[in-house]
């Protein structure tokens, strides 16, 4: 497993969770990394991103509730979201790289569910 998702959950609105995703060294060290959410009947939306240099980019839906950062001493990237909304109910996954690169994978997803 390249990427491994934990730390979804049900929450009430208003409270806060925080998703890690673990990643192998090979792939962390050279991936931008990412934060996509599919909810119900939607596709699947990139909700932040984190770049090596540590360049973020954020949803304009999650901006100013959500933090993304990445520990590169572990590996792991991690969604910081507070303030939940039910809005923001979903699975969500982790991303490296882009399409066209060799690091480029999906973590299996978490499920997020914020009860209003």
């Known amino acids: 497993v390249q990427l491994q998702a934990y730390g979804g959950g049900l929450v009430q609105s208003g409270e806060s969770l925080r998703l890690s995703c673990a990643a192998s060294?090979?792939?962390?060290?050279?991936?931008?990394m990412a934060w996509y959410r599919r909810a119900p009947g939607k596709q699947r939306d990139l909700v932040a991103s984190?770049?090596?240099?540590?360049?973020?980019n954020y949803a304009d839906s999650v901006k100013g509730r959500f933090t993304i950062s990445r520990d590169n001493a572990k590996n792991t990237v991690y969604l910081q979201m507070n303030s939940l909304k039910p809005e923001d109910t979903a699975v969500y996954y982790c991303n490296s790289g882009a399409p066209s690169d060799w690091w480029n994978y999906w973590g299996q997803g978490t499920q997020v569910t914020v009860s209003s």
């Open positions: 060294e090979s792939i962390f060290s050279v991936a931008s």
């Open positions: 984190i770049t090596r240099g540590n360049s973020t």
